[in-house]
């Protein structure tokens, strides 16, 4: 079965850096573009950084950008999410998900939202 | 960045109850949105895709409709298992922006 398994979350001062994993199986991971989202507690869902299936591709949220570099290692099924320059902001708990492909109404096939995704991994930025 | 907007931010209803939790768009998104379905202390799970196609093992009384701005998720018997938040996506253009979430609370 399909299973996205996130690691590397923790405690971690502001300012300094933490990298988050993602390993996958029950797939062929390198045929799937791969999505981070994050949830503060008590927040909302906030979408992070994506990046296409071979790699080749990769788009950041503002709020992210130039801090967070999003990478894959498709010959050992894993994500990654180097995350620089942490701000308080930034605790939440960090999902990996798959962009899906599916038919639609018209049946067309074409990206059908996040069909796995992780139990997440938690992420405190704390002095 | 499109924006997406739910309404209502939080419902309370009984089950048997029918609802709708609606979505716009900031702008047109053809129908690229998402509905999930998320509980407390567990990922998000997609329900709905391209605005009204079911995702695999989602109960038929989940559906959805809309096209450009305006979507709906209606439920159309509430299950003791359906009390939980709801968010809409659009995955139109990046970045995939989600609505603020409506959680459905008993009454």
């Known amino acids: 079965q399909v299973q996205l398994v996130e690691s590397g979350g923790g405690v971690v001062q502001p300012g300094r850096s933490l990298r988050l994993s993602c390993a996958a199986s029950?797939?062929?991971?390198?045929?799937?573009?791969i999505h981070w989202v994050r949830q503060a507690p008590g927040k909302g869902l906030e979408w992070v950084a994506v990046?296409?299936?071979?790699?080749?591709?990769?788009y950041y949220a503002d709020s992210v950008k130039g801090r967070f570099t999003i990478s894959r290692d498709n010959s050992k099924n894993t994500l990654y999410l180097q995350m620089n320059s942490l701000r308080v902001e930034d605790t939440a708990v960090y999902y990996c998900?798959?962009?899906?492909?599916?038919?639609?109404?018209?049946?067309?096939?074409?990206?059908?939202?996040?069909?796995?995704w992780g139990q997440g991994t938690l992420v405190t930025v704390s002095s | 960045d499109i924006q997406m907007t739910q309404s209502p931010s939080s419902l309370s209803a009984s089950v048997g109850d029918r609802v709708t939790i609606t979505c716009r768009a900031s702008?047109?998104?053809?129908?690229?949105l998402n509905w999930y379905q998320q509980k407390p202390g567990k990922a998000p799970k997609l329900l709905i895709y391209?605005?009204?196609s079911f995702q695999s093992g989602v109960p038929s009384r989940f559906s959805g409709s809309g096209s450009g701005t305006d979507f709906t998720l209606t439920i159309s018997s509430l299950q003791p298992e359906d009390f939980a938040t709801y968010y809409c996506?659009?995955?139109?253009?990046?970045?995939?922006?989600f609505g603020q979430g409506t959680k459905l609370e008993i009454k």
């Open positions: 391209a605005a009204s």
């Open positions: 702008q047109s998104i053809s129908s690229y």
């Open positions: 990046i296409s299936y071979d790699g080749s591709n990769n």
């Open positions: 998900a798959r962009e899906g492909w599916g038919y639609d109404s018209s049946g067309y096939y074409r990206n059908s939202g996040f069909d796995y």
């Open positions: 029950g797939f062929t991971f390198s045929s799937f573009a």
């Open positions: 996506q659009q995955s139109y253009r990046t970045p995939y922006t």
